[in-house]
T-cell receptor
Framework: QKEVEQDPGPLSVPEGAIVSLNCTYSNSAFQYFMWYRQYSRKGPELLMYTYSSGNKEDGRFTAQVDKSSKYISLFIRDSQPSDSATYLC??????????FGTGTRLQVFP | DGGITQSPKYLFRKEGQNVTLSCEQNLNHDAMYWYRQDPGQGLRLIYY???????QKGDIAEGYSVSREKKESFPLTVTSAQKNPTAFYLCASSSKGDTEAFFGQGTRLTVV
């Protein structure tokens, strides 16, 4: 079993839809959770960072962490075609190595 | 501008050759990482270094080597022992005590 599981998609939604992206994990010691966005042939860029459980909101993006269920989510409101990219979840115990999910490819069509 | 620079962007290698990928950062970050990305497999950690002159193997270190002689530089050598080197290689760095990692734009290596 992989430490971090993520549905690879692709996920195809119309412009304006609410998008939900999810990851599950097995290591209960993970404390730091991140979401990265990666456009085709580019390096990942950090979108959201959350410590421990709870919600964090930044504009159209909301990150949720449920440590009891070992489940994290990224919600995108009012999705735009420019949101079309691969979204990677990542997590770590402390300042140790980052463990990534496989990434979910999102397509937002006009 | 602060950031992470990977070069070259595209690299072609003949079978049996070693090749070195460059990664330089001017963010004054202590930790640096090399990841390999293949379709459907996400990012897999090759090597990482948390301080100068020290580095640790990641999950897929076989066929790769690294050095960390300077804080700002973490080159990766793909040796002829790596049986399937064609992939997208990503370098990242993070500050000591920080948990976010910042990535370069990647090097696409193709074996011809």
């Amino acid at each position: 079993q992989k430490e971090v599981e993520q549905d690879p998609g692709p996920l195809s939604v119309p412009e304006g839809a609410i998008v939900s992206l999810n990851c599950t994990y097995s290591n209960s010691a993970f404390q730091y959770f991140m979401w990265y966005r990666q456009y085709s042939r580019k390096g990942p860029e950090l979108l959201m960072y959350t410590y421990s459980s709870g919600n964090k909101e930044d504009g159209r993006f909301t990150a949720q962490v449920d440590k009891s269920s070992k489940y994290i989510s990224l919600f995108i409101r009012d999705s735009q075609p420019s949101d079309s990219a691969t979204y990677l979840c990542a997590m770590r115990v402390n300042t140790d190595k980052l463990i990534f999910g496989t990434g979910t490819r999102l397509q937002v069509f006009p | 501008d602060g950031g992470i620079t990977q070069s070259p962007k595209y690299l072609f290698r003949k079978e049996g050759q070693n090749v070195t990928l460059s990664c330089e950062q001017n963010l004054n970050h202590d930790a640096m990482y090399w990841y390999r990305q293949d379709p459907g497999q996400g990012l897999r950690l090759i090597y990482y270094s948390q301080i100068v002159n020290d580095f640790q193997k990641g999950d897929i270190a076989e066929g790769y080597s690294v050095s960390r002689e300077k804080k700002e530089s973490f080159p990766l050598t793909v040796t002829s022992a790596q049986k399937n080197p064609t992939a997208f290689y990503l370098c990242a760095s993070s500050s000591k005590g920080d948990t976010e990692a910042f990535f370069g734009q990647g090097t696409r290596l193709t074996v011809v």
